[in-house]
């Protein structure tokens, strides 16, 4: 597509329960990166692919978040047993070429009441 | 470690006044990338420049101009003539070379008024 798409662009959920986040990256991008903006923590490195390398997970704040990397496109970030601190929104970013230029999605405003 | 600092929090003009918003980084790298990005209320960031540690040279694009020092570990973004359009979030950003996450400033909200 002409840019990076996220689906949904808002979800409210209840403490506990699980959610996905999708990603849909530019069209040839072969790097692709989540990040989480919240009020606290201004905008925070969650996880990167690039190519078929290991995902550099370093950012995920715990074990209740992890992502996946279907073919070498879509992404999706999961987080299970929501808490009230993980309310943010997400955002995705894909690049590609060697000016490593990250083009960001609208994001995915996430409510956990 | 990297680290940016944006000092402004927030800066309020009057439409035709020229602002600078200001960025300083920290790292012991040698090659990394800077970059601003600006995010309306839409919530999109919008890529606006990017500029690697071997080039110093000040960039200008229309009403936007950037200065980029080494000795002082500032990279700053002039806006020329501000419009109303020019209302948003600005951030500043560091890579540091081959490790492709955006280390963020906590961002600068511009307002111009009418």
């Known amino acids: 597509g002409a840019g990076v798409s996220q689906s949904p662009s808002n979800k409210v959920t209840e403490k506990g329960k699980d959610v996905e986040l999708r990603c849909d990256p530019i069209?040839?991008?072969?790097?692709l990166y989540w990040y989480r903006q919240s009020l606290g923590q201004g905008l925070e490195f969650l996880i990167y692919f690039q190519g078929n390398s290991a995902p550099d997970k370093s950012g995920l704040p715990s074990d209740r978040f992890s992502a996946e990397r279907t073919g070498g496109s879509v992404s999706t970030l999961t987080i299970q047993r929501t808490q009230q601190e993980d309310s943010a929104v997400y955002l995705c970013?894909?690049?590609?070429?060697?000016?490593?230029?990250?083009?960001f999605g609208a994001g995915t405003r996430l409510s956990v009441l | 470690a990297q680290k940016v600092t944006q000092a402004q929090t927030e800066i309020s003009v009057v439409e035709k006044e020229d602002v600078t918003l200001d960025c300083v980084y920290e790292?012991?790298?040698?090659?990394?990338?800077l970059f601003w990005y600006k995010q309306p209320p839409s919530g999109e960031l919008v890529f606006l420049i990017r500029?690697?540690?071997?080039?110093?040279q000040n960039e200008i694009s229309g009403r936007y101009s950037w200065n980029f020092q080494k000795s002082t570990s500032s990279f700053n973004f002039t806006i020329t003539a501000s419009q109303v359009v020019d209302s948003a979030v600005y951030f500043c950003a560091l890579i540091i070379s081959n490790t492709g996450k955006l280390i963020f400033g906590q961002g600068t909200t511009l307002q111009v008024k009418p």
């Open positions: 069209s040839g991008h072969t790097a």
């Open positions: 500029r690697n540690s071997f080039d110093e």
């Open positions: 790292t012991r790298d040698t090659t990394y990338y």
């Open positions: 970013a894909s690049s590609g070429g060697a000016k490593n230029i990250q083009y």
